[in-house]
């Protein structure tokens, strides 16, 4: 756990050589520059994608989303990046030991928080305190957004990602525009009569929900924000969905664009909500060949599930007998818990997509 929490905060000390206000002043700077071009006349468009024409969402031209780019999936951990990349809790100028230090004394309980929950309507907000920083996660007039909600988000930091490991700065900025049937494809999303639906209303837990914290990583202002802060849909000439434009939270394509992601397994969309909760809570602090032991009862936890733990014990005999994707783990009936044991991405058999 130690060595994966240390590995993410060498980052802080790798940061591009301007300083967040400047980083921030660049990507504004671009984008009323993009804005000007297509005030006049000039249609914005992604390097990848010639001759689409794209709309306008307070003033920044949407960028396209195309899949045919990806060459990985990737999510980015709002509360899990925004505690560890503080610039008052971890320091860039502290040295090595310090910041080994203080991280294990911030992971020494495993601590996590989701912004997403197992199902719809759940209606408890979700805070968390460490020291004099603090994050919470408050619902929607219908619920917090689902962890399957999350996948739009999902679609957005996985280009965001590509384009930044490829160079395309261009390519990054707050507001996308695609096909809602290519996001389908991706996230793995059945054709039936519930789909447009659900996934609409999910769009509104997520335009609905806020996330308030006085967390400042790699320099941003403490903030209040939606997961996403507006989306338009637009519908072909018989009514049915055909494209989303969206725009996302300043925080979240920039800590994205600076490489603060986790790459994730393929067969992630394939699992179930609470596994997918577990899945991503490993991710953070299980690291290649690292044994992470944890207890049924903080499983639980993870998944914010409401039920006793005793209807929970179906999904944790799951993990032991169909283990998740890039993760072994160890059974301990007697002291219930499960040992988690990172592997290596070639040996687990992902491949990015």
Partial sequence: MLKRATERLQAICEISPLSPNSIILELLFKFERQFEDFSIGCTHTSPLIPKLQVKVMDKYPAIKITTSTFKFI???????????KDADLFPPEADWTELETRAGKFLVNTPYCSPYSISTGEMTPRRFEYKDKFMQFSPSPTGLPTIRDFDVLIYCITWTANAAMDGRDADVGPVYQFYVEDFYRFSGRARNSEREGNFIRGLERLAGSTITT????????????????????????????????????????????????????????????????????????????????????????????????????????????????????????????????????????????
């Fill in 74 to 84: 990737a999510v980015m951990d709002i509360f899990g990046t925004s505690f560890i």
């Fill in 214 to 353: 006085n967390t400042t990583p790699i320099g941003l202002d403490a903030d209040s924000f939606k997961h996403v802060l507006k989306y338009e849909l637009g519908r072909d000439a018989a009514g049915r969905l055909k494209t989303v434009t969206l725009k996302i939270p300043h925080r979240f394509y920039l800590l994205a664009h600076n490489e603060f992601f986790d790459p994730i397994h393929p067969d992630y969309f394939t699992l179930s909500a609470a596994r997918r909760l577990i899945y991503l809570f490993l991710k953070q602090h299980c690291g290649s060949e690292e044994k992470l032991p944890v207890t049924f009862a903080k499983l639980h936890e993870v998944t914010g599930s409401t039920s006793p733990l005793r209807k929970f014990l179906p999904v944790i005999n799951e993990l032991v007998a169909k283990p998740l994707p890039e993760i072994s783990v160890e059974l301990n009936q007697t002291i219930e818990t499960l040992t988690f044991i990172g592997l290596e991405r070639e040996q687990s058999g992902a491949t990015a997509q």
